[in-house]
Structure formats: structure tokens, C-alpha cells
């Protein structure tokens, strides 16, 4: 084999693979809850590898740099990798002028923006997205980004110890529609607790669910970082869950999506920021500290620099499927929606995935 044709082995689906079977071996039963609570994402030597190695053979755009709006949501601090990539250049390596745009509206009315142009692409989480892209948006899916930024958490005087315990408790939740009460929903459905008539759900602002434990309203509420993640630091809390236990923990929970348009007239153009993408997630993988200054600018002021840090190290920045292996966490993903009824169960999760997705690297 030539020296080239070893180099190409070391890709980025290898590395895919690699860091599957690193998540998959990282030892979870000896960890207490709050120590899982704040573990790291698992190590892995990236040394060897070329961040920046294409993962197609198109050449990069040439001309005048291309424009486009991105959207994002940012304040969450799983979307670290986007002002990486304005910081490091992977934005400028692939020629493009990225303009960053904080969307704080509906999931409808955000992909409503991307298939109409108002907006080129945007970042999101699947379960969030999925519902709404089943109504026929022109929206495709290039790239899972991370996985890890959604958790159960509790008064560590509950007496809650794991998602089973739930049953017959309330719960508070920002959103009854949102991704962490869908994916939690779906996981007590598995362990045999009805979601809807065992769990008593409660609304509440998503800044203060924690308030109404404290209070006795709820005996646990669901949070995503950065928020759960500053509140496990004071020991009145424990995790009891989160989106990277068992076989989620190499799976993705954030999804960038191209305009339709785009993918079809100009495939080139969702290919490089598809790969800036990436490359930017490599580059927060390997360089957590690195990448927590490029996102601190975007942090809530009582998160320090270290804390950053320690969430980029607890969201697998290192897993981010393109291709089949995209389309098939996407699948995964419906078959779960459908446990609780948020799919139809005819619903074909095969041929949906199909319709959602693009492998843009071979488009």
C-alpha cells in the first residue's frame, strides 16, 4: 500500500469509529452520579490525524468569498465549534464570509427561514427538529455536530438515583414540546414507565426549574448546559440522566442543516461549510481550552473560563457523522419519536431519514 493510500485510510469515517468504540468503553457504573455528571468526553489522541483533511475531493471555492447566514442559538454552549471556526479560519480556509445569526425563534418559523433563503443553513437539536421537517421543509441535513447537552437532574436529598425513580413524580420542564422532555420520555417508555400517565410534568421558565425543586413543587427537573452544568457544581444537586448514557453515547444530538436550494444549485458551497463545520468541532476536540476562549464572549457571566472548558470536554465534539452513518442516527431517532407517539407508528423512518438528508460529500 502507497504512503497516500495509508494516509487516506486515516479519514474522518475512521475517526468516526474510532471515537464510537472510545465512547462505548469509557467505564460508567463505578461513576456516582455527580461525578458523571462532570465527566469528559473520551480521550482521544487526534495528534496523528490532519484536522483538516477534506472530506471530498472537490477543490476549494474560488473568487470572491461567498456570503452566507448561518443561524444558531448563541447561547448554547454545545454550538462552541461555530465561533471556533470564524476564530481559527476554517470559515476563510473554505472562502467563505459567514455571518453569524443569533435565532431565538420557533423551530418552524427557523427552518421556515432556511427553506426561503432568509437564512443559508442553521444549527439545531434533532429531536426539536425532526417533528417539524416532517411537514415538508426545505431543509437538508448535512452533518450531526456533538452529542450531550440535555440531563435529569434533582435535589441530591430526592432520593431520586436513576430515570425509573421518576415514576409517579413531577417533574419540571421549560418546554413540553422540547428535545430533552421528548428524549427522556422515550428512554422511561423503554424502562416501562408511561410518560404521559406515570410522570406528572409541570412548566416552568427554563432559567428557574431548579427553583421549583428547591421549593418541593417537583422532585426533578430537565436542564441543558450551560445552565444544568453550573448547577451540578453546588452539591445540593445530582444528575440522575443525560443524552450520553448507554447507547447514546455516541450518538448525535445537534444537526446542521443546508437550504434545499443550496444543495441542489450550489453543492459545492454546502460542502464547504459543511466541512468548516467540522473541522471547527475537530479543532474544539483536540483544543477544549482553545475553544472555550472563542466561545466565552457568548457565555452566561457566571461561567467562568474553566467551566467552559469543562463543558466542551463533556460534549463529544469528536463524534459528527456525515453519510450513511448521519442517516442512520437520524433513523434511530425516529423509531424513538414513534415510542411516544410523537411519529404515527406507519411512519417509514427509513424512507423519512432518506427524504431529510443529504450525503453532501457525494453530491
Known amino acids: 500500500m502507497s504512503d497516500d493510500a495509508k494516509h487516506r485510510r486515516w479519514d474522518r469515517r475512521w475517526l468516526l469509529q474510532a471515537g464510537g468504540a472510545a465512547a462505548l468503553a469509557a467505564p460508567l457504573g463505578g461513576l456516582s452520579a455527580q461525578a458523571l455528571s462532570l465527566r469528559a468526553a473520551p480521550q482521544i489522541d487526534f495528534a496523528q490525524f490532519p484536522i483538516c483533511k477534506a472530506s471530498s475531493n472537490a477543490p476549494p471555492l474560488t473568487g470572491a468569498p461567498r456570503k452566507l447566514r448561518l443561524s444558531w442559538n448563541a447561547g448554547a454552549v454545545c454550538l462552541t465549534p461555530l465561533p471556533v471556526a470564524i476564530d481559527q479560519g476554517f470559515f476563510r480556509k473554505q472562502n467563505l464570509d459567514v455571518e453569524l445569526v443569533n435565532y431565538s425563534g420557533s423551530t418552524d418559523q427557523l427552518l421556515e427561514a432556511i427553506a426561503t433563503g432568509k437564512s443559508d443553513a442553521g444549527l439545531g437539536m434533532a429531536l426539536r427538529w425532526l417533528k417539524p421537517l416532517e411537514q415538508g421543509f426545505d431543509v437538508k441535513i448535512s452533518a450531526g455536530t456533538h452529542g450531550g447537552c440535555m440531563?435529569?437532574?434533582?435535589?441530591?436529598?430526592?432520593g431520586i438515583s436513576k430515570l425509573a425513580d421518576l415514576k409517579?413524580?413531577?417533574?419540571?420542564?421549560g418546554d413540553l414540546a422540547?428535545?430533552?422532555k421528548n428524549f427522556f420520555s422515550i428512554q422511561l417508555s423503554r424502562l416501562g414507565?408511561?410518560?404521559v400517565k406515570d410522570v406528572d410534568w409541570r412548566v416552568y421558565p427554563g432559567a428557574v426549574v431548579n427553583v421549583a425543586a428547591d421549593k418541593g413543587e417537583v422532585q426533578a427537573f430537565l436542564a441543558s448546559d450551560p445552565l444544568a452544568y453550573l448547577w451540578l457544581k453546588d452539591p445540593a444537586y445530582k444528575e440522575v440522566a443525560s443524552n450520553l448514557d448507554g447507547e447514546y453515547s455516541n450518538r448525535v444530538c445537534c444537526i446542521v442543516g443546508l437550504r434545499g436550494?443550496?444543495?441542489?444549485?450550489?453543492?459545492q458551497v454546502g460542502r464547504a461549510l459543511t466541512q468548516a463545520?467540522?473541522?471547527?468541532a475537530m479543532f474544539t476536540a483536540q483544543n477544549p481550552a482553545d475553544a472555550a476562549k472563542s466561545f466565552l464572549p457568548y457565555a452566561p457571566k457566571q461561567a467562568s473560563l474553566e467551566d467552559i472548558e469543562g463543558m466542551v470536554r463533556y460534549h463529544t465534539h469528536h463524534?459528527?457523522?456525515?453519510?450513511?452513518?448521519?442517516?442512520?442516527e437520524l433513523k434511530a431517532y425516529a423509531d424513538d419519536l414513534k415510542v411516544v407517539l410523537v411519529f404515527k407508528p406507519s411512519t417509514d423512518t427509513s424512507k423519512f431519514a432518506e427524504r431529510i438528508y443529504v450525503?453532501?460529500?457525494s453530491v
Open 151 to 158: 440531563r435529569v437532574l434533582a435535589r441530591a436529598d430526592s
Open 168 to 173: 409517579g413524580k413531577a417533574v419540571a420542564v
Open 178 to 180: 422540547g428535545p430533552d
Open 359 to 361: 450525503d453532501i460529500f
Open 277 to 280: 463545520l467540522l473541522d471547527a
Open 261 to 267: 436550494s443550496l444543495v441542489r444549485d450550489e453543492p
Open 193 to 195: 414507565v408511561d410518560p
Open 319 to 328: 463524534h459528527h457523522p456525515t453519510g450513511a452513518a448521519l442517516k442512520q
